[in-house]
């Protein structure tokens, strides 16, 4: 069965700090990995997704991830946080071997950035 | 390209009515994905369909919900007979094909009063 964790209910960091967003999946082959952010009252927007390659992802606003296999890990990461960046961040895997399944989503962390 | 349309955007009804959710995917998306989410839950994963198939309902409840996607029109996820428990947030996301990501909607904001 696939499973991602969010080990974080919330982050909280200082405006200009770097920030990470913690994300561990189970899956029993490869993983396509994904992040999406989701502002209040709206829908989730991609931000990058892992299929194959380099194990370092960049994506949108400045956002990047680093996929490590032998930690099955997949955090969110950005060099200098924004007060625009916080937000609701979710994870999600699917495995790559199994047709016809879902995302399944992390239950998500909420990132608060101050200034 | 108006992106993955749901509607409505907020719907109330009263306990013991119908429910009925509309999503039209992205144009050239023939996957469509339901998804509730709860607060302090996250997203929970209802269902999967293609044009005319379910080809994943693991996450559906068995009783009063059901979804469809037809050859015409949008996907519809209807809940019968309405309880408080179902008042959540809805979305829909659609994709191009089985692999990639997806793109979502705004999702339906559903209360049950």
């Known amino acids: 069965a696939q499973s991602v964790a969010q080990p974080e209910d919330q982050v909280n960091v200082a405006e200009g700090n770097p920030l990470t967003v913690k994300c561990t999946y189970s899956?029993?082959?490869?993983?396509?990995l994904f992040w999406y952010v989701q502002y209040p009252n709206r829908g989730l927007q991609f931000l990058l997704k892992?299929?194959?390659?380099?194990?370092l992802v960049k994506g949108s606003y400045g956002f990047e991830a680093e996929f490590n296999k032998s930690q099955t890990s997949f955090h969110l990461k950005k060099p200098s946080a924004l007060v625009s960046d916080s937000a609701l961040y979710f994870c999600?895997?699917?495995?790559?071997?199994?047709?016809?399944?879902?995302?399944?989503f992390g239950k998500g962390t909420t990132l608060s950035v101050s200034s | 390209n108006a992106g993955v349309m749901q509607n409505p955007r907020h719907l109330v009804r009263r306990r013991g009515q119908e429910a009925r959710l509309r999503c039209s995917p992205m144009?050239?998306?023939?996957?469509v994905y339901w998804y509730r989410q709860l607060p302090e839950e996250g997203l929970k994963f209802m269902v999967y369909?293609?044009?005319?198939?379910?080809?994943?309902e693991s996450g559906m409840p068995k009783e009063r919900f059901s979804a469809e996607f037809p050859k015409e029109g949008p996907s519809i996820l209807r809940i019968q007979q309405v309880v408080r428990g179902d008042s959540a947030a809805y979305f829909c996301?659609?994709?191009?094909?089985?692999?990639?990501?997806?793109?979502f909607g705004s999702g339906t904001r559903l209360t049950v009063v």
């Open positions: 999600a895997v699917r495995d790559i071997g199994q047709a016809g399944t879902a995302l399944i």
């Open positions: 996301a659609s994709s191009p094909g089985r692999t990639g990501g997806y793109t």
């Open positions: 144009k050239g998306h023939s996957h």
């Open positions: 892992y299929i194959t390659g380099d194990n």
């Open positions: 899956v029993s082959g490869n993983p396509y």
């Open positions: 369909l293609q044009k005319e198939n379910i080809i994943d």
